[in-house]
């Protein structure tokens, strides 16, 4: 056997011509590449972006122009102090009593000096002092 | 090499498609006997050789003709396909069924049977080689290419792919002998 000459014959074989040509046109026609898209849309991602931004445009003086504008300042004013007030409001009841539910001698005693001791029983004061606490 | 070869990449760099078919035609039927020869499956090879030039297709905006010729691009994506395809199957080079209408195509084969028992007997032989040594044998001595070339298409020095030649060449006579 001559390895070689043998080895050399399998350059006789060649793809099937009816695969080949079917490939060929897959190849080309079936895919299209990132940078033909990139190359043809270009004009197209300019009309595109340009006609949104008339859009953001036209949207954002449609919306000044009419709606909010039309607002009145002061009662806008008005309205922003008045949740300010609000908020401090809050905060305030939470700073009253930052412990929650915890009654401190200082609380007792001034709830004692505030009731009137004499004049109630034993558990009347327990009770009176629960409500405080709570 | 095609002739205006150069041009010819630069215009399918620049997408005409003309120009890359004709990189096609030129090419896709040594880039077939090469994935058929590491494959030995017709439909196997169609379908890898369809997958090597649409990737190349693909990728062809991003080429950089870095003084390596065209072909070991295409040989390049040809055999990370190829190994992808045995990653795929999970198999280990096995040695396929012998396909007889590959050589039904072939025009010039002889008719002889000792010389296409002979032919089988070296596909076989050549499918159980080391793909570095396929790819060197189907370089050299099937697609002819010079020394240069297949240097060039394997990413080796000239002196780096004689001896690999020899290696190759002295491996599958080893198998042929053998079987």
């Known amino acids: 056997m001559n390895l070689l000459e043998n080895l050399k014959q399998f350059k006789n074989i060649h793809p099937d011509p009816g695969f080949s040509a079917d490939s060929r046109r897959r190849v080309l026609g079936g895919r299209i590449r990132m940078q033909d898209i990139f190359r043809a849309n270009v004009p197209m991602a300019f ?17 000044t122009g009419g709606q909010v504008a039309g607002i009145d300042p002061r009662s806008l004013r008005a309205e922003a102090q008045a949740i300010d007030i609000q908020i401090q409001l809050t905060d305030l009841k939470y700073s009253s009593s930052p412990n929650g539910n915890e009654t401190t001698p200082a609380n007792i005693s001034g709830a004692k000096s505030s009731l009137n001791v004499e004049s109630l029983g034993g558990d009347e004061i327990d009770s009176a002092l629960e409500a405080l606490s709570d | 090499m095609l002739e205006g070869e150069r041009q010819i990449i630069k215009q399918a760099k620049d997408g005409e498609k003309d120009a890359f078919g004709l990189l096609y035609d030129h090419y896709q039927p040594q880039i077939y006997r090469f994935v058929l020869l590491k494959v030995g499956k017709k439909e196997e090879a169609e379908d890898i050789t369809h997958q090597v030039f649409l990737a190349a297709y693909e990728k062809m905006g991003g080429y950089a003709d870095e003084g390596h010729p065209f072909s070991s691009w295409l040989y390049e994506i040809a055999r990370n396909r190829v190994t992808d395809h045995y990653r795929a199957a999970k198999a280990d080079f096995p040695l396929p069924e012998t396909e007889s209408e590959i050589f039904a195509v072939s025009a010039g ?12 007997k070296v596909r076989g032989a050549l499918l159980t080689l080391r793909p570095e040594y396929q790819d060197v044998i189907i370089m050299r001595f099937v697609e002819e290419l010079s020394l240069q070339e297949a240097a060039d298409n394997l990413g080796k020095s000239v002196g780096a792919v004689k001896l690999l030649q020899y290696r190759a060449i002295q491996a599958l006579r080893n198998i042929i002998d053998l079987s």
């Open chain 1, 47 to 63: 009309a595109t972006l340009a006609l949104g931004l008339l859009f953001v445009f036209a949207g954002t003086r449609f919306f």
């Open chain 2, 109 to 120: 084969l002889p008719d002889m049977v000792d010389e296409h028992f002979d032919m089988e």
